[in-house]
């Protein structure tokens, strides 16, 4: 028995030894000349880390800046439209006498007041039926058409038929509707079915070139964009029978008048008839058509990257202001 504790004291004192010295060594390491010969550690979040860190997230902050901007036509509330350079930049362009364009003036001036604090862009256009006169905001500003590019196809249909190579009345093929009722679709409910079939009856490439037969170089049925001056020299043509005869201009007019879409331009001038045509996508509420003031004029107001709230209450108020300075 004493042997066998002798044999375990012997390693327990050893492995006591041991510790002692693995203690020494652990001080002696901890000493400043030692310094240099321990391996430290790598740590966690070192520069390249945290550069890499601050860089993502500044990364996805400019990228989320960029898009919102973007989504709102690069004008933000209260702060003018960034714009890149350009040597083509359109000027507001007013033909008339010093009192008509200090109106003109005037009306722009507050026109620019009531929208410059909203997000998007807002443009506006005048032509006067009587004189020519006109005057308006971002007028030559592409923009996105909505429901606005019915308009030409409803003419050209009424064309054709004054041609004689349709007839109104006749049911399309493949479809259970006439002619007739498409174009009454389109007008009063802005029916989006009636306007994909007569693009597919009549063909895209028809319809484009119609559109630069009528002089509104800036509009596209593929992409779906038009200016305002464009729209306007469509309502202006087709008030003046330049278009079809009076009796057709009469029948699309009507059509546009006492539609499904009053609450924008309408709600605005309530108290004369408004032959009109409303079109809406996101970030897109657009309404343009002839006012039927004792001095008829058409009235285009588009919008791009807009808050639709913002321009849903806005819109009549932008209409009261313009039909004001036209018949006061």
Same mark, same amino acid.
Request: charged share 30%; aromatic share 10%; hydrophobic share 35%.
């Given at each position: ?74 004008? #933000?509330?209260? $702060? *003018?439209?960034? &714009? ?5 930049? !359109?000027?507001?362009? @007013?033909?008339? +006498?010093? /009192? ?47 429901? #606005?590019?019915? $308009? *030409?196809?409803? &003419? ?5 038929? !004054?041609?004689?190579? @349709?007839?109104? +009345?006749? /049911? ?157």
């Amino acid at each position: 028995m004493s042997i066998f504790r002798r044999k375990d004291e012997e390693e327990i004192d050893e492995e006591e030894s041991q510790e002692r010295e693995l203690s020494r060594k652990k001080i002696k390491d901890l000493k400043p000349e030692n310094r240099k010969k321990r391996k430290e550690l790598s740590k966690p979040w070192g520069k390249k880390e945290r550069y890499l860190v601050l860089g993502t997230v500044l990364g996805t902050v400019v990228i989320s800046a960029v898009l919102f901007a973007s989504a709102r036509s690069w004008k #933000l509330p209260g $702060l *003018p439209k960034f &714009s890149f350079p350009s040597f083509n930049q !359109e000027a507001i362009v @007013i033909t008339a +006498d010093k /009192k008509q364009q200090d109106s003109a003036k005037a009306t722009i001036s507050t026109f620019r007041e009531k929208t410059d604090r909203l997000s998007g862009i807002y443009a506006f256009y005048v032509i006067r039926l009587g004189d020519g006169f006109f005057y308006g905001v971002s007028e030559g500003s592409r923009m996105q058409a909505a429901s #606005l590019i019915k $308009l *030409p196809i409803m &003419s050209l249909v009424y064309k054709k038929s !004054e041609e004689g190579t @349709i007839r109104l +009345d006749d /049911k399309i093929p493949g479809s259970a509707r006439s002619y007739r009722q498409l174009v009454e679709a389109m007008g009063q409910r802005s029916d989006n079915s009636a306007q994909i079939t007569l693009v597919r009856h009549f063909g895209k490439e028809e319809i484009q070139n119609y559109i630069g037969q009528i002089g509104m170089g800036k509009t596209s049925l593929a992409e779906n964009e038009t200016t305002p001056s464009d729209i306007g020299l469509f309502f202006k043509k087709l008030y003046q029978g330049d278009l079809v005869s009076e009796a057709s201009r009469d029948e699309i007019l009507d059509f546009l008048t006492n539609t499904i879409y009053e609450d924008w331009l309408v709600k605005g001038i309530p108290e004369v008839r408004v032959a009109h045509k409303y079109g809406r996508e996101v970030h897109v509420v657009n309404d343009a058509g002839i006012v039927f003031a004792p001095k008829p004029f058409v009235l285009v107001i588009m919008t791009d990257g807009v808050v639709e709230k913002e321009a849903d209450s806005i819109f009549p108020q932008l209409a009261r202001l313009i039909y004001e300075a036209e018949t006061r």
